[in-house]
């Protein structure tokens, strides 16, 4: 018997994703929990597991398709049940919702086996408008194209508002499916454009992914034409980096930053790492990112402004009791912050050991939409590729972020001679609503007064 | 020392325009208006295209003479009787010559009026930035421009039938400029051009017969209006045979052999003095340098976006070139939509529907999402009819056929299309295109007060229907 793969739910709030490839195909034997295809979502990238064992005879999607929850995507026969070969589209559909149009309940022509793929297509793929007009049965459906730079947009998932206000959208440079419409029908007027212009300018978080052209932020002045002057290639935005950008800007443009610099020597902590992973199988080795963790885990304890955010439109400050630290992590697709839970509360072995699985993780792309949420802080090592110093963005709606540079070893003076100490540098951004001058500084001084002496470490009391 | 000759000759055209048919030329009058210095290049001697000198214009000119012969015939009920009309066909052909001419002409002064530099000749990309024109006077002309407007639209498609075009094996262009009206006629196509100019010669006097090769007449269009004109047409018509194919064409000197193949497998041959083939359009993408300038297709057709941007920098398309539907209308829209790109506003080809008219007698026309789509895209949908011998404008008019279809959205009541068959329906179907763009849910069109009594009240009595 046949069963149909459908896209199941991934995480909260994540109602579609971006098929990104297929590692299967027609006639592929599959295990169960084998990955079928990768998900690309607004949060991550998602493996979809096989339900079952057996053969794979229909795919229903191709990457660049846009899907959605519970949406069909293949087909399958599991082991050991009869290789029923009846083309899918024989197989019963869910009941049609009690809405079903006349049409519906019409007969369908029996020769019409295509029927199920073509509705599968035509939900995917915004892009194929020429393929929803006909001319004398000469234009075939065609095909899910690749998302051209800016899609063509099928004129039945054109949303509901008068040409005027889509060319005022257009203006703003707002992209109009974003925009929700307030009139009968979910028409959308010129001054819901406007309304949503104006939630966008004030970052407010329902606002989203709001722009255009560019996602991120408060919108995008018109764009020279770059080939004027020679030629360009245009790329399209992964989801990652529409995500980043939206972050990124939306940080930029509500938190006013402070960076504060320091420097502390870590020639004794660093000998001990050496020492341990001299002893220590690959994946227990010991980095200096997980040595940071524990060490700011613990001054976050000591200074639970830093481990807080900002509720401006309540007029609180909301306190988390819990450590939750974002490490970001350089992939090929780009930048990614999984966090590592509960840092407080593990040792340093148990943290290298989590650190290091999840940072192939990342690399492989294998995280779930919730390991990339919940942090309260966000540490940022460039140190594997080098620099003295660098200003990171806070990752709102969080307060502070370290940032870590390349240790050096420097002469210091020890009052009588010059000593090599090895010096790491490090950054903390913070936003100065939340955190005062004074106190930034005295966080980051505690880091790096625990980093060159461990001892700190101990002073406080568990809460 | 060609080089030479030709480096000297390159001038500069900040905008090129291809092709001046419905798209070109609306393309290049809007960059105008927005400041851009234009060149228009067409191998006409006037703007038009297709449309006004072989397709849309002339045809409906014929249409119109073939309505005043039916209705004249069909006067006879109301006791109305009017001798047989002496058909006088160079005359006719004349007057169908003199409104292209009048039409195009209009044009060419507008092309002057406006300074836009007019090249006749056909052109040709021969780099990222440059191209060269054949000129009609002998010459070659080359520019190096700074943005282009591809629209050189499409032509007939000419299916291997074993026989060339001729006098008696003739495509849309010939069927207009026809120097006598044929005993019989084979139109090989039921799409609408097939179907317009065949009621065109049956009106005229041939015993016209229409072949098929799928099992409906205009395939995509929703059944239900269909039938409402196959009803007509069986009566217009000596035949109507669907599911049928054409196998092979033979030109004899009494006529011309056509050998058919029924849905059984079944053969016969059979001889007609003239044969139209009007079996679909294929866009003019060839001997256009595509490839010297870097610009791509996707299923035959050049790929665009949504701004109507080809893969090459700098150049656009627009019209049949692009995709279906190949129709005048959507390639003027796209013109200017792609003009205003060019000189830099923001605009984008994204319309909530596209009417689409087929003129025959009855007219059939949509506009929007038809019940044929929605059903292939599983999507739910309400749909109201109202036939139109319900409403007393069509019994004065002598007429008891028509159909008004509304398809709307069941949660939201918004109109997603509307379907018309009946006379006129061609200008009924701007309201219904309007109320799609506007949004409107099919109470608007209930509650809009319409003139009685007119067809346009067809609208309003099947969205009232949705109350019950």
Redesign the interface.
Known sequence: MTQEIRVPEVSDGVTKGQVIGLSVAVGDRVEVDQTLLELETDKAVVALPSPFTGEITEILVAAGDEVAIGQVVMAGVPEGESADRAPAAAAPEKP??P??????R?PEPPSEPA?RK??AT??AAKAS???????????E??PA?PP??????A??D?P????LV??FA??L?VDIHAVR?S??????SEQDVREFVKQALAGRADAGAVVAHASGGAGQR?LP?F??WG??EREPLSQVRKIIADNMAYAWATAPRVTQDDKADITAVEGFRLDFNRKAPAADKLTMTAILLKITAAALRVFPAVNSSLDLAAGELIRKRYVHIGVAVDTPAGLLVPVIRDVDRKGLATLARELNATAAKTRERRLTPADLEGGTFTISNLGGIGGTHFTPIVYAPQVAILGVSRAEMEPVWDGREFQPRLRLPLSLSYDHRAIDGADGARFLRWICAALEQPLLLMMEDEQ | MTKARQEATIEKAPLVVIGAGPGGYAAAFRAVELGLAVTLVDPEANPGGVCLHRGCIPSKAFLHAAKLVRDAAEAKAMGLHFAAPRLDIDALRGWKDGIVETLTGGLGGKVKQKQIRYLRGRARLSGPRELAVDLTEGKTAALAFDQAILATGSRPVLPAFGADLSERIVDSTGALHPPSVPGTLLVIGGGYIGLELGSVYAALGSRVTVVEMLPQLMTGADRDLVSQLKRRLDRQFEAILTATKVLGLKEQKNGVKVTLQDKQGGQSSKLFDRVLVAVGRRPNIENLGLEAAGVALTDGFIKVDAERRTTAPGIYAIGDVTGQPMLAHKAAHEGQVAAAVAAGRPAAFEPRAIPAVCFTDPEIAWTGLTETEARDQKRPIKTAKIPWRSLGRTLTLGRDDGLTKLIVDPDTDLVLGVGLAGPGAGELIGEATLAIEMAARWQDLAFTIHAHPTLSEGIMEAAATFFA
């Open positions: 049609e919702p809405s079903a149009t006349p049409s519906a019409q029927g073509t509705a035509a939900t408008a020429a393929a929803a007009t006909a001319d004398a049965g000469q234009a459906a065609h194209l051209p730079r800016t899609a063509a947009t004129p039945q054109v509901p508002a008068s040409p889509r060319r257009r203006e440079g419409g009139g009968p029908g979910g028409r959308i018109p034409d080939t004027k030629d360009i």
